[in-house]
T-cell receptor
Framework: GAVVSQHPSWVICKSGTSVKIECRSL??????MFWYRQFPKQSLMLMAT?????????EQGVEKDKFLINHASLTLSTLTVTSAHPEDSSFYICSARDPPDRDLVAFFGQGTRLTVV | QKEVEQDPGPLSVPEGAIVSLNCTYSNSAFQYFMWYRQYSRKGPELLMY????GNKEDGRFTAQVDKSSKYISLFIRDSQPSDSATYLCAMGGAQKLVFGQGTRLTINP
C-alpha cells in the first residue's frame, strides 16, 4: 500500500509554545490529506481536511487559529499547534488518499504523540 | 444514533480461535468499507477494503459486507498473538470516512 510518513513520532513541549507536525506521502501525490486527533481508547476524531493549494476545511468545534494547517505541495501537509496547552496533549494522526483507483481508501501516518507540560 | 456503531470490547480469545468483529451503520449512502488495525501508539494500518456487498478474502482475513442489513464483519482465522490490537471499521460515500469506535482484541497464547 501507499506510504505516509509522519514526523515527529513524539514531542514534548512547554505550555505556550508552538509545535509543528509534518505529514508526507512518500510514493504518491496526495491532493487531500486529513488530520485526526485520538484520545486514549477512543476512535479517530477528524479535525480538518487539508487541500493542496487552498485553505483547509475544519470540522465543527476545531479552532482554526489554534490548529494551523498548511498543504503547500502534493506530498506535504503540516499541522501547527499554536500556543499549546496541556489539554492539547493527544495523539495526532494524518492520513492521505491514493487516488484514483482506490477512491476513499486512506493510508495513515505513524501518528505523533504530543505532550504539553 | 451514531452513523457507525462498533462494540469496543475488549474481546479476548485463545490463540487459534476464529475472531468475528462487526460494525453496523445507518447511512445507506456509504459505498466504501474498510478495516484498519491499530497497535498501541501507532497509526492505523489498512487491512482490507471493499466497495460491494459480499465477501473478500486475504490470507487469514475475510471481510464481509451486507448492505441490505447495513452490517459489516471482519473474520480472522487461526488467530495469533500478533493479531492483538484495536480493529477499526471505516466507511464512506462522499469525501469523508467515518470510523467506528474500535474493538480491542487480545489473542491469548
Amino acid at each position: 500500500g501507499a506510504v505516509v510518513s509522519q514526523h515527529p513520532s513524539w514531542v514534548i513541549c512547554k505550555s505556550g509554545t508552538s509545535v509543528k507536525i509534518e505529514c508526507r506521502s512518500l510514493d504518491f501525490q496526495a491532493t487531500t490529506m486529513f488530520w485526526y486527533r485520538q484520545f486514549p481508547k477512543q476512535s479517530l476524531m477528524l479535525m480538518a481536511t487539508s487541500n493542496e493549494g487552498s485553505k483547509a476545511t475544519y470540522e465543527q468545534g476545531v479552532e482554526k487559529d489554534k490548529f494551523l494547517i498548511n498543504h503547500a505541495s502534493l506530498t506535504l501537509s503540516t499541522l501547527t499547534v499554536t500556543s499549546a496547552h496541556p489539554e492539547d496533549s493527544s495523539f495526532y494522526i494524518c492520513s492521505a488518499r491514493d487516488p484514483p483507483d482506490r477512491d476513499l481508501v486512506a493510508f495513515f501516518g505513524q501518528g505523533t504523540r504530543l505532550t504539553v507540560v | 444514533q451514531k452513523e457507525v456503531e462498533q462494540d469496543p470490547g475488549p474481546l479476548s480469545v485463545p490463540e487459534g480461535a476464529i475472531v468475528s468483529l462487526n460494525c453496523t451503520y445507518s447511512n445507506s449512502a456509504f459505498q466504501y468499507f474498510m478495516w484498519y488495525r491499530q497497535y498501541s501508539r501507532k497509526g492505523p494500518e489498512l487491512l482490507m477494503y471493499t466497495y460491494s456487498s459480499g465477501n473478500k478474502e486475504d490470507g487469514r482475513f475475510t471481510a464481509q459486507v451486507d448492505k441490505s442489513s447495513k452490517y459489516i464483519s471482519l473474520f480472522i482465522r487461526d488467530s495469533q498473538p500478533s493479531d492483538s490490537a484495536t480493529y477499526l471499521c471505516a466507511m464512506g460515500g462522499a469525501q469523508k470516512l467515518v470510523f467506528g469506535q474500535g474493538t480491542r482484541l487480545t489473542i491469548n497464547p
